[in-house]
RNA sequence: GGAGAGAUGGCCGAGUCCGGUUGAAGGCGCUCGACUCGAAAUCGAGUAGACCGUGAUGAGCGGUCUCGUGGGUUCGAAUCCCACUCUCUCCGCCA
């Protein structure tokens, strides 16, 4: 959310803001609400403010023995009005707070300013482009053959966009996020294993409510959500907290399952392991002190970078332009990786600094060294360190030979018991 | 799920029965100063946040609100009443 004084203030840097987003939004109704709140404030606390004075009167009449009913005859009259004001005040102000929660972030003087996807900056690119002397297949056409992905018994037993994993499958999908989490830890992440359901309030502190409700699943009759990302419990850990400077920056690191309805996903990449309702991800989340988010950020960018480096797979960065940047997001970049099966890079990672976008939501403060000066907002930064279901699609189709075995990347070999390939059982 | 106890400032902890200089005693921690070659110990001072107004979107000053959350009673609520949330103890159930 952004600062309530820097709207009042900025409105023309917000309206322009939005516009690089591609939303048209007027704030004059709510600058007009927010004229309106200041200035019932300032007349209810007038009010208030008397009534305080004589109330203090009152006591010390009565203990002095005196009378003094005339002075609460007027007061309880000052008190009905103060009681309207207040009311008319809530009002106002819960209507302000819901127009604030709606605002996404504003994009940072480096992004590109788009409409799109089509309008994203390539900033590097990693690796080779695979090619095959031969018809390479896609993931799940491997996956099946070889006895290591069951789509068809999923659909059975949840329905669509499930998948289970088996045998080598399901210890490659294991070896990946074990690696991937120990890669993290000794580049300086503490690991954090978090619920996977949340409260409403954990959903709103990240951004993800109130306005996109119908892109995760809830459980009926609780105020339980299914997290759609690590980053919604890890970045809520220090909600309505006020860490030390010194503490600052701190690094997580988390594995959860991913929990996504993926409501206005009907028909695409409605095959395999690409876009489905659960699936596992290993997360980055980063609490950094204002100077040095965006520093933050480009190493963020690196560590998730290097799980690809040592998986093998061909992948570029991506800068998002501002029609494509996350509504809590102030930059991201995103990583794709090399998908055989569609002859494109697809996304595997996205990392994004919010600023102290959710941190104002989440209210993550932090106290100045020396116990002397106002509290901060953090900064807050998350980054997938990557999606394990994608990676697993990527080794896959990357990795794959003629014979339809598949060869796993050398990092892994440790944590799949010495096996080095996936073998097909048919050829 | 049943029974009971509790929730106060960065932390611990009084106050709640009997509503009125209590934004809140005391202690710890922290900051600054004195002492010291330096440190410890000791002594002194300071030490919540949000919002509104003023001011330069600073310092300062004035004001309002906040003792788990929300509502109620009252001229006035940490203190009385109601609902909810969470924590702890015991019992039951359970991976």
């Known amino acids: 959310m952004l600062d309530l004084k820097f709207v009042r203030s900025n409105p023309l840097i917000v309206e322009e803001a ?6 048209e939004m007027g704030l004059e109704e709510f600058l007009h609400l927010e004229e309106k709140r200041r200035h019932l404030l300032y007349q209810v606390e007038k009010l208030k403010k008397q009534r305080n004075e004589v109330s203090e009167k009152i006591g010390l009449q009565k203990t002095a023995g005196q009378d003094a009913s005339d002075m609460i005859e007027e007061m309880r009259e000052v008190s009905r009005e103060i009681k309207e004001m207040d009311e008319e005040i809530k009002k106002v102000e819960q209507k302000l707070k819901d127009t604030l929660l709606h605002i996404p972030n504003i994009p940072h003087q480096t992004v590109p300013v788009g409409k799109g996807e089509e309008e994203n900056i390539e900033v590097r690119r990693w690796g080779e482009i695979t090619n095959f002397d031969f018809n390479p297949l896609s993931h799940w056409e491997l996956g099946e053959m070889l006895d290591i992905l069951d789509f068809e018994r999923a659909g059975k037993v949840s329905g669509a966009r499930f998948s289970f994993s088996k045998g080598l499958g399901a210890r ?6 074990n690696f991937m989490l120990d890669l993290h830890i000794e580049a300086g992440y503490r690991e954090v294993f978090p619920p996977f359901l949340v409260n409403k309030q954990s959903m709103t502190g990240t951004g993800q409510l109130p306005k996109f409700a119908e892109d995760m699943f809830k459980i009926e009759g609780e105020d339980y959500y299914l997290i759609p990302t690590a980053e919604v419990p890890v970045t809520n850990l220090y909600r309505d907290e006020i860490l030390d400077e010194g503490e600052l920056p701190i690094y997580h690191v988390a594995y959860s399952a991913c929990f996504r309805a993926e409501a206005g996903a009907a028909g695409r990449d409605t095959r395999g392991l690409i876009r489905q309702h659960q699936f596992n991800k290993v997360e980055l989340v980063k609490f950094v002190k204002p100077a040095v988010s965006y520093q933050e950020l480009e190493g963020l960018v690196l560590n998730a970078e290097k799980v690809l480096q040592l998986l093998k797979l061909p992948y570029r ?8 940047l996350g509504f809590s997001a102030a930059k991201c970049y995103d990583l794709e990786v090399w998908m055989p099966s569609s002859g494109s890079f697809r996304e ?6 919010f600023e102290d976008y959710q941190a104002r939501r989440a209210n993550i403060r932090y106290r100045p060294a020396g116990g002397k000066g106002k509290l901060r907002y953090v900064h807050t930064l998350n980054g997938s360190g990557v999606a394990v279901g994608r ?15 598949v060869y796993i990347p050398e990092v892994l070999h440790r944590y799949m018991g010495g096996v080095e390939t996936i073998e097909n059982p048919f050829s």
């Open 317 to 324: 960065v991506v800068l998002l332009c501002s029609g494509d």
């Open 348 to 353: 595997i990672s996205s990392c994004s600094n």
């Open 172 to 177: 490659l999908e294991r070896a990946l996020y």
């Open 18 to 23: 939005l516009k690089k987003r591609g939303i």
């Open 391 to 405: 990676t697993m699609a990527a080794i896959l189709e990357n990795n794959q030979q003629k014979d339809g075995s």
